[in-house]
């Protein structure tokens, strides 16, 4: 089970750099603000105050502006030279001057026609720059604020799909949707199902967690795997029921395990899923009963860790961040803890500690 953080960045609206660009004109006797003495002949008025011509000179080079254009910044004027390039902001894009229209994203500035064509991220629904705010999913994909509650989710990774491109591809009978990437490696034939699932056998096999209970796996809608869970989530992905029976007064135990998957699932969550309902077979088999939540869900999730771990795939790192980064108290927490007490005590006295303690270390 998976949880993903949806981003939400602003941009300031397209504006004027707070510095500008004034017209000089020619001014007859009065007194210089700079020297304080009479300007006989001619000399500039800049936003109301006369200088004599050489006195108008710029913070930076101290040299005078004349009857050159010049740019105000904080109080100070500047020749268009040192205001270019040592004043100014420059374009986190084209690296040039900004001067003018402006736009600031993620504390970057750039020119309006630089975010525009070549930064801002575009709306899938509108296909237009997100100017004024957009929702940021895991993948990159933006929504403006506009379209926000027209998109629809990919069920397995959270990204963004817009409306106008699901399709029977997309779309399953229980009504999830899932996005073209989640939809490339989707398994959905009860054979790839079982090689992969003996796949991650193996691969748990080799680091210590061996799996040696035999059960059933079969592939559920999203109806089905809630039937099957007292407390069905959105996230919940797999469940694995468990059936005790003793016979002769408890000397003989038959023990029946069956992991039902949701059905589509893209490959590398497969995995994961598979490998943390394994987990919980293991779990049944070898540890004490009712071992506390975070202690037990944190275990498996970091099973589905490892597994991932060995998929070098864009997707197989892709899911390793939403373990990661899973904000749930048992699911994320409790994989955290998890992954700091292996790192501490190793894998396989890990599972000596589950074999023997109801709570968690921490």
């Not at 800049?46 to 109080?75: S, T």
């Not at 506009?146 to 397995?156: I, K």
């Amino acid at each position: 089970m998976f949880n993903l953080l949806v981003k939400y960045f602003m941009l300031l609206p397209a504006s004027i750099i707070l510095v500008a660009l004034f017209t000089l004109a020619r001014v007859e006797a009065s007194t210089c603000t700079y020297c304080h003495k009479e300007i006989v002949e001619s000399g500039i008025k800049v936003e109301g105050q006369p200088f004599h011509v050489e006195h108008f000179i710029c913070a930076n080079c101290l040299k005078p502006i004349g009857a050159g254009d010049f740019y105000r910044d904080n109080g100070r004027y500047f020749d268009r030279v040192c205001f270019e390039n040592f004043i100014t902001d420059k374009c986190n894009y084209c690296i040039e001057p900004i001067i003018g229209e402006f736009i600031t994203y993620e504390s970057k500035v750039y020119h309006a026609d630089c975010y525009n064509d070549h930064v801002g991220k575009k709306c899938i629904v509108c296909n237009e720059v997100a100017i004024g705010g957009a929702y940021i999913d895991i993948r990159e994909n933006a929504v403006c604020r506009r379209h926000r509650d027209d998109v629809l989710e990919c069920h397995s990774c959270f990204s963004y799909v817009s409306p106008d491109l699901v399709d029977g591809s997309r779309r399953y009978s229980d009504g999830r949707v899932i996005c073209n990437l989640c939809r490339a490696t989707a398994v959905e034939d009860d054979n790839e199902a079982t090689a992969i699932m003996e796949e991650v056998k193996a691969q748990l096999a080799g680091v210590g967690l061996v799996i040696d209970r035999e059960f059933k796996l079969k592939f559920v809608s999203i109806d089905e795997l809630s039937k099957l869970s007292s407390s069905y989530q959105r996230e919940q992905l797999g469940v694995t029921r468990f059936r005790k029976t003793e016979i002769l007064a408890g000397l003989v135990t038959f023990q029946d395990f069956e992991i039902y998957i949701l059905s589509g699932l893209p490959r590398p969550q497969l995995k994961a899923v598979l490998a943390h309902e394994m987990m919980h077979v293991w779990q049944f088999v070898n540890a004490p009963n009712l071992q506390n939540l975070q202690l037990c869900e944190g275990s498996c999730q970091y099973a589905a860790y490892l597994v991932l771990m060995d998929d070098n795939s864009e997707e197989g790192q892709f899911f390793s961040k939403f373990i990661e980064e899973h904000k749930d108290s048992n699911y994320g927490d409790g994989f955290r803890f998890v992954l700091a007490e292996v790192k501490r005590r190793g894998f396989k006295p890990w599972l000596e500690y589950l074999k023997v303690n109801k709570n968690p270390p921490w």
